[in-house]
């Protein structure tokens, strides 16, 4: 059976760089009838939260995910111990005793040696009275011997990949405070749990080839591996720099609609151009993970703009009730308010300011030259309530009062009545408003 993962680190909110490794396993998962597992790396006990724990379910709910089951690392220590000492045994980890300071002058003189900056395993060489001493001095942390061979597989993206093992560092599993890293655990729970299919990020691409030894080493069966392109900004820029800007959370609060962000999380950096879908099913039926590339691929945050709002435009009131609700729009107009609104907004963070204009009335958008023209033809308005006949009926009398017609007569009048220079027809506004427009000239 197939069986992915997504382990976000809950050290901080998820970001459109994570969806794309969660939406990749969670489709090869789905297509194929699989199990997809949320697996929660929380090895840090220090920067972990249970807030962030809970963003991370709360952000791939409004999305549309599903999992099969949670798991928690912090809850598989006993695991991880395990199969540490299964790896000293066999002699593939040692103990190293380097402070940081010492391993970046062995790095830097490697470097000007012309030399890869690989880890020496000078530790090999120590007696046992010699790490005693280092231990009691400064403590240890643990490297997993590589077997210094050619490692390959072919990859679901790149392709036929391989690297020298001896032109890698040993990596280390275990730091001196005893915290034991990811890549130790991942590799514990992919072999444990049976993870058939792993993708992620091309930045893993190294981290990928020790873990493959690791594997074996454990009596593991090795996955399938897949290196997805990183994202960059739209100039090419590192991304990393504006995650911030990018937290799911934030997109979601700005308005911008799920169904928005994953259609295009499924196409980007593919040969397939991206089309908006109303469900993740339906993004997961049109995913091809062949057709992906390796190059770096753009990302642009106002590329969900216009996604989300060919979205919102295919609603119905009933679709989006508890944002008219929370926006304040009386039950008895929810369904015309929305349908003269929703051609006309970017995000449902918007709905709340058009029904305020509605209510409450626009501040007059008037050039010098018609304030004139405006206060003529306010004072021709009629009370409220309005008709979508209203319209037609107030520009009428006032082009026959000042001779305006055309644009030279509509136009102001837009401007003047909602303080936009464009959106919904005028007829349609006009039963709306709450509030008879005014000008003070």
């Given amino acids: 059976m197939t069986t992915t993962r997504f382990a976000p680190s809950p050290t901080g909110w998820l970001h459109i760089g994570n969806l794309r490794a969660a939406l990749f396993n969670y489709a090869i998962a789905r297509r194929q009838g699989g199990t997809f597992i949320l697996r929660i790396d929380d090895t840090d006990a220090e920067r972990s939260k249970d807030e962030y724990i809970q963003g991370v379910k709360d952000d791939l709910t409004w999305l549309g995910f599903t999992w099969d089951r949670v798991e928690h690392q912090s809850a598989r220590m006993e695991n991880y111990l395990a199969a540490r000492q299964k790896l000293?045994?066999?002699?593939?980890?040692?103990?190293c005793f380097e402070t940081p300071v010492e391993l970046d002058l062995k790095r830097k003189k490697q470097l000007n040696?012309?030399?890869?900056?690989?880890?020496?395993?000078?530790?090999?060489?120590?007696?046992?009275?010699?790490?005693?001493?280092?231990?009691?001095?400064?403590?240890?942390?643990?490297?997993?011997?590589?077997?210094?061979k050619r490692i390959e597989w072919t990859d679901g993206i790149i392709g036929d990949i391989s690297i020298d093992a001896s032109s890698v560092s040993d990596p280390v599993l275990f730091k001196n405070d005893g915290q034991i890293l990811y890549t130790l655990a991942s590799v514990v729970d992919d072999t444990e749990m049976g993870i058939t299919d792993v993708v992620r990020g091309s930045d893993h691409v190294t981290n990928t080839a020790t873990q493959i030894?690791?594997?074996?080493?454990?009596?593991?069966?090795?996955?399938?591996?897949?290196?997805?392109?990183?994202?960059t900004g739209p100039q090419g820029e590192a991304l990393s720099k504006r995650l911030g800007t990018l937290a799911l959370r934030d997109l979601r609060k700005q308005g911008i609609a799920p169904q928005a962000i994953l259609s295009l999380m499924a196409r980007l950096g593919s040969s397939d151009p991206v089309e908006l879908r109303s469900t993740i099913d339906e993004v997961v039926a049109g995913f091809d993970l062949s057709k992906?590339?390796?190059?770096?691929?753009?990302?642009?945050a106002q590329d969900l703009i216009p996604l989300t709002a060919r979205h919102l435009a295919t609603l119905g009131a009933d679709d989006v009730a508890d944002v008219l609700t929370s926006a304040g729009v009386p039950d008895d107009i929810k369904e015309p308010f929305w349908n003269v609104v929703r051609d006309n907004i970017n995000g449902l963070d918007e709905v709340a300011e058009w029904w305020v204009l509605f209510r409450d009335g626009a501040t007059p958008l008037v050039a010098d030259e018609d304030r004139a023209f405006v206060a003529e033809a306010f004072a021709l308005l009629p009370p409220l309530p309005y008709s979508p006949a209203t319209w037609g009926e107030w520009t009428s009398a006032v082009k026959e009062a000042t001779g305006r017609k055309g644009k030279g007569l509509f136009m102001p009048l837009r401007k003047a009545v909602t303080g936009r220079e464009?959106?919904?027809?005028?007829?349609?506004?006009?039963?709306?408003?709450?509030?008879?427009?005014?000008?003070?000239?």
């Fill in 213 to 231: 030894q690791m594997i074996e080493a454990l009596g593991g069966a090795v996955p399938r591996f897949a290196h997805h392109s990183l994202l």
């Fill in 88 to 95: 000293i045994d066999m002699g593939r980890l040692y103990e």
């Fill in 113 to 148: 040696m012309g030399k890869p900056p690989v880890y020496d395993r000078a530790a090999l060489d120590l007696t046992e009275d010699e790490k005693n001493a280092l231990r009691a001095e400064r403590g240890s942390h643990w490297r997993f011997k590589l077997d210094h």
């Fill in 292 to 300: 992906f590339g390796s190059a770096p691929t753009k990302f642009d």
């Fill in 422 to 441: 464009r959106g919904p027809e005028m007829a349609d506004v006009m039963p709306l408003l709450q509030t008879r427009p005014t000008f003070d000239g």
